[in-house]
């Protein structure tokens, strides 16, 4: 079952760039969408959340666009440091359910 | 800030035997969650709870998996009896309000390796 997928393992980055990481689906009924970021021995920790309604959200250095018709989800992190280095998961919420469907994530290494 | 709290960090245990893993959701949430990732692989859903029962559990969440709000304070989550492929990492997650897109908040995880 692959509905959410995150199709590059990992991602270099030098420290001041953008960080585009990306994310696609396949059911369309997915109500929000949603980016965690984990590091090593920690749960993930919530970043930043996207109504499907919606086709971009803002928050600090973080944004997240949506494309509905492409299926689409990228994460941009503007301008990238080195303690950005995590996994970065995207997660999906199906309408009318009280679960999360994860990626299987991408690792960020931001360098200086 | 408030976190959850999950102990054991790490349990190893002999297969077909009983665990217990134990965590301390955020005090004023009234949601609860479980998942877990096998070494190499995505995050998977396996319960919520709510008010006591359970709300929704995924085909992993069978018969030999069992959750369980003991006191105010914790959340349990059982494994009857342990098979090789139950080895994972387990998160507890609680949420104030149970709507997903406000993120629900993880704890550091479990864990268990099953021998």
Same mark, same amino acid.
């Given at each position: 079952d692959?509905q959410?997928k995150?199709n590059?393992?990992?991602?270099?980055?030098?420290?001041g760039?953008?960080?585009?990481?990306n994310?696609?689906y396949? =059911?369309?009924?997915f109500d929000?969408?949603?980016w965690?970021?984990?590091?090593?021995a920690?749960?993930?920790?919530?970043l930043?959340s996207?109504s499907?309604?919606?086709d971009? =959200?803002?928050?600090g250095?973080?944004?997240?666009?949506?494309?509905k018709?492409?299926?689409?989800l990228?994460l941009?992190?503007v301008?990238?440091?080195p303690?950005?280095s995590?996994?970065?998961f995207?997660?999906?919420?199906?309408? =009318?359910?009280?679960?999360?469907i994860f990626?299987?994530?991408t690792?960020?290494?931001?360098?200086p | !800030?408030? !976190?959850?709290?999950?102990t054991?960090?790490?349990q190893v245990?002999q297969?077909?035997q !009983?665990?217990?893993?134990r965590?301390?959701p955020?005090?004023n949430?009234?949601?609860?969650y479980?998942?877990?990732?096998?070494l190499g692989?995505?995050?998977?859903?396996?319960?919520?709870f709510y008010n006591?029962?359970i709300s929704?559990?995924s085909?992993?969440? @069978?018969d030999?998996f069992?959750?369980e709000r003991?006191?105010?304070?914790n959340?349990? +989550?059982?494994i009857?009896?342990?098979? +090789? !492929? @139950?080895?994972?990492?387990y998160f507890?997650?609680?949420s104030?309000?149970?709507?997903?897109?406000y993120g629900?908040?993880?704890?550091?995880g479990?864990?268990?390796?099953v021998?």
């Open positions: 692959q959410v995150q590059s393992p990992s991602l270099s980055v030098q420290e760039r953008i960080s585009i990481l994310c696609d396949t =059911n369309s009924m929000y969408f949603l965690y970021k984990k590091y090593p920690e749960g993930p920790t919530f930043i996207i499907s309604i919606k971009k =959200n803002e928050d250095r973080f944004t997240v666009f949506l494309n018709s492409a299926k689409h990228s941009h992190i301008p990238s440091q303690g950005d995590a996994v970065y995207c997660a999906a919420d199906p309408n =009318n359910t009280d679960k999360l990626g299987t994530g690792r960020l290494q931001v360098f | !800030e408030p !976190e959850v709290t999950q054991p960090s790490h245990t297969m077909g !009983e665990v217990i893993l965590c301390v955020i005090s949430h009234l949601y609860f479980w998942y877990r990732q096998i692989q995505k995050v998977e859903f396996l319960v919520s006591n029962e929704e559990k085909e992993i969440f @069978d030999q069992s959750v003991p006191d105010g304070s959340f349990t +989550l059982k009857r009896s342990t098979k +090789l !492929e @139950d080895s994972a990492m507890c997650a609680s104030a309000w149970g709507y997903t897109n629900y908040t993880f704890g550091s479990t864990r268990l390796t021998v």
